[in-house]
């Protein structure tokens, strides 16, 4: 077969699979899990060397140190992956509750329940654990999912999608609901998108140009992020002890995921702290772009550019400015941001609700670091994706995300004059 053909009989396969797990009850959910837990450790040399491969390739192609450190599992990120499996396990079955209810004055009584979206096709590029992810929250929320995991993560996702299968097989769970794109040929990208025969929704992880190019392309609904771009604004009235401390956490605990910051704006009242808030990224050896003022602080900080307001870095460097207050914090974020996440460091609940009301973002965070933009950490057990679309779904992505709704109506006779 082609691969036109092979994608085909995917999205054929994964048409009838979500029609058999729409109906799957939890118990038999919860074994699958478990036995994914299981086999994750016990393959874990697997795992790795199939990552083996995957880093030995990414060198030799030269791929950037940032997607390089996506790509990497370690024992310690499988031990990780196994701790999100066992919270998606965990978290309440988001399938047939009744969401809202209500009677009628002629006697009809509505409910409002959620059902699975259906199918689900996966896109993303280096990050394998986006394979146990997608798959755990696609069992959870009783969807069937395509997986195209890109060049760059081949070899690892396509080992984890064997365990994955293993483990659900063994569970008894219809054949077909997890499958991966057996190629990482662009043009298997071109045609997942077209196929709104088979697919629901399709939900890309990965760089700029690959949501761009979905989001043109795609002939089914998508929910995407295009950037994280997030900023951070320290106020007059911050604690700035807690400010060194979030903003260091914010750029630097992982540089190269969609939550870390790119911008730190702070007030003007306040500039003479600027190098104070500076100091402790600088000599973790991140790069500091700033304005004319933040220049002078030090011979070593660079000018940053009209472009580096713009940049997704995803790297251990930052771009610095002062603003006046928290207005101008404001404008200059409406003027940047993707719309992700933004934090502000304050102790005046006044200045915040201004910030808050005034910036439409999909998450905003107070006194606290903007790398808390994570599924897991909201309590969704893990994420599929981060929204910054404002339909369907906004912000983390979670299992109870990937559902939709229908409408019951129970009568006793009624007919419409």
Request: charged share 25%; proline share 4%.
């Amino acid at each position: 077969m082609n691969i036109i053909e092979i994608i085909n009989n995917l999205g054929n396969k994964a048409k009838t699979a979500s029609t058999k797990i729409r109906v799957l009850k939890s118990e038999q959910k919860k074994i699958a899990y478990e036995n994914l837990e299981k086999n994750l450790k016990i393959n874990t040399k697997k795992i790795l060397d199939a990552n083996k491969l995957d880093i030995d390739n990414a060198i030799k192609n030269n791929l950037a140190k940032p997607l390089i450190n996506r790509l990497k599992v370690t024992e310690d990120s499988i031990l990780g992956i196994i701790k999100s499996v066992n919270d998606i396990k965990n978290l309440p079955e988001p399938i047939g509750k009744i969401l809202e209810s209500w009677e009628q004055p002629n006697g009809l009584k509505f409910s409002k329940i959620s059902v699975p979206l259906g199918v689900l096709g996966v896109i993303y590029e280096s990050r394998p654990n986006v394979t146990i992810d997608a798959s755990c929250l696609s069992l959870k929320s009783n969807n069937a999912l395509i997986l195209r995991g890109g060049s760059d993560s081949f070899h690892s996702s396509f080992e984890l999608v064997k365990i994955i299968n293993e483990s659900f097989d063994k569970a008894g769970l219809p054949k077909n609901i997890i499958q991966m794109i057996p190629t990482p040929e662009r043009e298997a990208v071109d045609h997942l998108l077209s196929m709104n025969n088979y697919i629901n929704v399709i939900i890309p992880r990965g760089g700029k140009s690959l949501i761009k190019k979905i989001n043109e392309k795609s002939k089914i609904p998508v929910i995407k992020h295009l950037e994280g771009l997030c900023h951070i604004f320290v106020d007059k009235e911050a604690n700035i002890d807690l400010a060194k401390k979030v903003i260091f956490n914010s750029k630097l605990r992982r540089p190269e995921i969609c939550g870390a910051t790119e911008t730190l704006l702070i007030d003007s009242a306040i500039k003479e702290k600027a190098y104070e808030l500076l100091l402790p990224l600088y000599e973790a050896g991140c790069e500091i772009k700033g304005d004319e003022f933040i220049q002078t602080l030090d011979k070593n900080f660079n000018s940053a550019t009209e472009e580096d307001w713009s940049i997704e870095y995803l790297d251990k460097i930052i771009s610095v400015k002062i603003v006046n207050g928290v207005k101008g914090a404001i404008e200059h974020i409406n003027n940047y941001s993707s719309n992700h996440t933004e934090s502000i460091i304050t102790e005046n609940e006044d200045q915040f609700i201004e910030f808050y009301n005034n910036i439409d973002s999909a998450i905003i965070l107070k006194n606290a670091s903007t790398q808390y933009a994570d599924g897991g950490e909201f309590g969704f057990g893990a994420e599929i994706g981060i929204s910054t679309d404002k339909l369907h779904v906004r912000g983390p992505v979670g299992a109870k995300h990937l559902t939709t709704f229908k409408y019951v109506v129970h009568g006793s006779g009624q007919i419409r004059p």
